[in-house]
């Protein structure tokens, strides 16, 4: 069994597979492959990189991003083609900076949105993550982004 380094070795740290149906097919997503692809970056620019690589190798993903009142502005990162158009760069502004949103999924020009915001204090980070097909449900949504949010937290913010 591999172990864990210290900052991820907390009984809440989840390293086993989510499983999640995604275009009719079960997945299972490993969270350990993840948390690795995390720790080898110090800052968390990279790291969203990292997730999403590591999202992309399971289903089409076009950008994450992330926010934590601890660390000033959201950082955010993108495929590379098509280039994001002013409009998705502003709605994720609008998002990452406005008041907490009603809505955790809504489709937008035609890119679905998932957004998942963390609680209570010191985490009250937000997750989001836009795709084009919206063939995830919005239950392994929820659960996948709850889990890579957790995941970013305790790697970056409370380590």
């Known amino acids: 069994m591999e172990m864990l380094p210290a900052r991820l070795s907390k009984p809440e740290a989840r390293t086993e597979a989510i ?16 948390y690795q692809g995390l720790l080898k970056h110090t800052d968390l620019a990279k790291g969203l990189h990292t ?64 957004l998942w915001g963390g609680t209570p204090l010191p985490t009250m980070g937000r997750l989001l993550l836009v795709e084009a097909h919206g063939d995830i449900t919005i239950e392994d949504t929820n659960r996948l982004l709850k889990t890579i949010g957790e995941a970013l937290d305790r790697t970056y913010i409370n380590p």
Not at 23 to 29: C, I, N, R, T, Y
Not at 91 to 101: A, F, K, L, S
């Open 19 to 34: 499983s999640m149906i995604y275009k009719d097919q079960v997945l299972e997503l490993p969270m350990g492959d993840l």
């Open 51 to 114: 997730l999403l690589a590591w999202l992309n190798s399971w289903m089409p993903v076009q950008m994450v991003a992330y926010w934590n009142p601890r660390l000033g502005p959201f950082l955010m990162a993108c495929q590379e083609s098509p280039p994001l158009s002013t409009a998705l760069t502003q709605t994720v502004e609008q998002v990452m900076h406005g008041p907490d949103p009603r809505m955790r999924h809504w489709r937008h020009q035609e890119l679905n949105y998932h």
